[in-house]
């Protein structure tokens, strides 16, 4: 940063800073732009390049992409980790397009005497004489005695999924997928992870096992398992090797890779083998397949130099030791702390002190895995692996973000302020969403069975209202555990996919909020007026009431959630404001009372109205709503629960509204 603002004061109209990978674009980015003018460019539309900042942080790749567009308007260029660049093609072509006045790198590794001489004859053709100014750490050490060299330098790569990929990984992700949930979860971390090669292994075991039941999503997974491409893993393990060169440069060699799975390694080096023309026998595959005189074997003829790539599983984590392993590519990260330090002791523990090795992951963005990160660099840290320029804001990585991109995408594509729940899970609207969990209920042969064994046999039109009873009443719930965990396991069958956690995170988190739909949920509060007017003619009352009325299970309430941005609020409360006032002048005032329950990290909002009928008949209603996540803390507290009234308003409106107009109004 000090040299781009060194460059611009002594007159350079531009800077350009080129990053090996998307990942460092993003975690440099923000630190830039706190000091100066800088945009970002990876997406390849080229328009950080076109507005003219005074500094663009951009990989090689894209740059080279906009190269039309970016003709003398750079005139300086600095590379970060310039030994990406020393033998890498699209840094040489794009300094020979732009031919900048300036260019300057920055590494903390040393190229080969043989890189060196061949980057020189090419880019010094560009920029004239290169000088290589370098330290030592052996020197560095003469002149500190205290100093001591890193173990390792880390690197991430981004292992991007391609369409076909997004699409089978969205279906489980959103929970659109049928199937026993704990296997949908492990499919989902399991493609992310390791891999088509690998999930498809899993998914026709599953399939096998009765798991997964025959759909039409199920005949999607199968074509895609036809496809014969490399996995997003494999082709991200090819780029790692293309950029450190590892066939031209001896000093790393060999190379360990580490993955989980079988399916994923014999993937590996099928793609080295036939992308990279490496000779076979110059890469192996060390699993429990092979017996402990051939593993031996194998790791001797690997610091013998004969083997120069190691793509290992599990057998390899413990009891193989290759100190002259140069570099270490950890494709997927372990759950187990055991077993990461395991795998970090192949590249780490067992390095002479004054050879500093390579650590890199590799990691799908806007997956689960990602979530893991922030651990594993910091175990790094503690084994002393540099780690410095990894800046841990891991948001843009997560499946958070990801969700948060799909709401913002699906609200400008409806031209709203909001979407439902419903939408971005189901992919579709429910016309009913009430007929939908009632419907729900009824089928669970659980449910059926301890109603049964509780009151008989039922006719439909008596299950139907004990299910919409029971849904609501928090004390009928509460005759046996049987009820409540029948109820919960339909919920959570209607709640699938790792995308309901990750509603809960962003809320919690002042990302998202929400209110529900009051036109939908208004039915359910029209229902319960429409069964308190029957029973009162029933039982020739001419008043009746409810007060334990509630809507207090979550998964029931998130059938019905508007979900929006946070930076929406202000407009999502005046539009509704707008609407409420309109019916107040029309019905009068409904109070609401509201209350935080630190338990349940919610706000319970209870309202009381009452309505009577030409025919004498007088009805008093509490409806209880709980809005669950509510951050207590949260500047935007008292706007929250502006919201919060106001919604609870709009729905008993609109079911006195619908009320009146069915039985008064006629």
Known sequence: M?????????????????????????????????????????????????????VVISTPQTAL???????????????DEVHHAITGKYYNELISALKPKV??????LLPSKKAYKASVSKIGEVVGELRLLHYDFLDLSRIDPEFSPPKAFVDIFDSELNESETAIYDMLYFGTFPGDAKTIHFLE????????????????????????????????VLEFCRNVDYSHKARTLLDVLRVYNVKENPKLRPVIVFTSRKATAYEFRDAVINRLNIPHQRVEVLTSDLSKEMRKELISRAKNGEVHIIISTLVGEEGVDIPEAGVLIMTDVPKSPLRFYQR????????????TKIFILTMTPKTEEYGDLEEAVLNLYYEGADVSYI???LEEKLTTQKLLDYIRETIDMLNSKWTSYLLLTQRDELEDPVEYYLNALKSSEKFRKVLKERLGELSEEELEKWAFMISTTFFLRAWSDEFKNAIKDVEKMLNRGKVVKDFDKLIRADKLFYFYDPERLSDMVFMELERLRKYCIANHKSFCENVFFRFDRK??????MNVFPIENLEDVIEEMKRRVQEKERVSGSIYIESRYNPSSKAIIAKAHFSVSGKNG???????????????????????????IRLNVKDICYRAIEQYLERYVER
């Open 2 to 54: 000090l040299t781009a603002e060194y460059l611009l004061s002594r007159g350079y109209h531009r800077v350009l800073v080129l990053e090996p990978t998307r990942f460092l674009c993003d975690q440099m980015y923000p630190k830039w732009k706190r000091l100066m003018p800088t945009g970002k460019e990876y997406e390849g539309n080229c328009l950080s390049f076109l507005r003219e900042y005074s």
């Open 65 to 79: 992409k906009c190269v039309p567009n970016l003709k003398d308007t750079f005139d300086a260029v600095i590379i």
């Open 103 to 108: 260019v300057i790198g920055f590494t903390a």
């Open 189 to 220: 971390r399991t493609l992310s992870r390791y891999g088509r090669k690998a999930f498809c292994e899993s998914f026709h075991r599953a399939l096998e096992k009765g798991r997964i039941p025959k759909s039409s999503q199920a005949s999607k």
């Open 344 to 355: 970090l002791g192949r590249l780490i523990r067992i390095s002479s002190p004054m050879r």
């Open 391 to 393: 800046l841990l804001n």
């Open 555 to 560: 998964g029931f309430l998130r059938l019905f």
């Open 617 to 643: 008949i007088y009805l008093r209603l509490e409806p209880q709503f709980n809005y669950y996540n509510f951050t207590r803390e949260s500047e935007l507290r008292e706007k929250k629960l502006e919201l």
